[in-house]
Nanobody, 126 residues
Framework: VQLQASGGGLVQAGGSLRLSCVVS????????MGWFRQAPEKEREFVAA????????YYADSVKGRFTISRDNAKNTVYLLMNNLKPEDTAVYYC????????????????????WGQGTLVTVSS
């Protein structure tokens, strides 16, 4: 399973960006997809997750109501629409995948995602 993230960039506070993550290889290996982010000198943190089938969408409290995760299974792509961006959203954003369904209580844990994309930088200016 290979993941390719894109869509990052520089945006002013209050602006929007849409990140994309294309899954290739054994695309069935994306039962659970997640977005994480890592700011300088901080630990990687959970942003959002979505299951391939059966619904199940999860958000970190810090982004709830501003970010929307979605997926197009026909295109093997997961999206993260980020609205009303804040300077504290500045980070490298990573998409991640697990070929198995991750239980609800663990979708926020990066250790349960064996596959990772290369990251895309989002910079929000004040």
């Amino acid at each position: 399973v290979q993941l390719q993230a894109s869509g990052g960039g520089l945006v002013q506070a209050g602006g929007s960006l849409r990140l994309s993550c294309v899954v290739s290889g054994r695309t069935s290996g994306s039962a659970t997809m997640g977005w994480f982010r890592q700011a300088p000198e901080k630990e990687r943190e959970f942003v959002a997750a979505i299951r391939r089938v059966g619904g199940g969408i999860y958000y970190a409290d810090s982004v709830k109501g501003r970010f929307t995760i979605s997926r197009d299974n026909a295109k093997n792509t997961v999206y993260l629409l980020m609205n009303n961006l804040k300077p504290e959203d500045t980070a490298v954003y990573y998409c991640a995948a697990n070929e198995n369904r991750i239980i609800t209580g663990l979708v926020h844990n990066p250790n349960y995602y064996p596959y990772w994309g290369q990251g895309t930088l989002v910079t929000v200016s004040s």
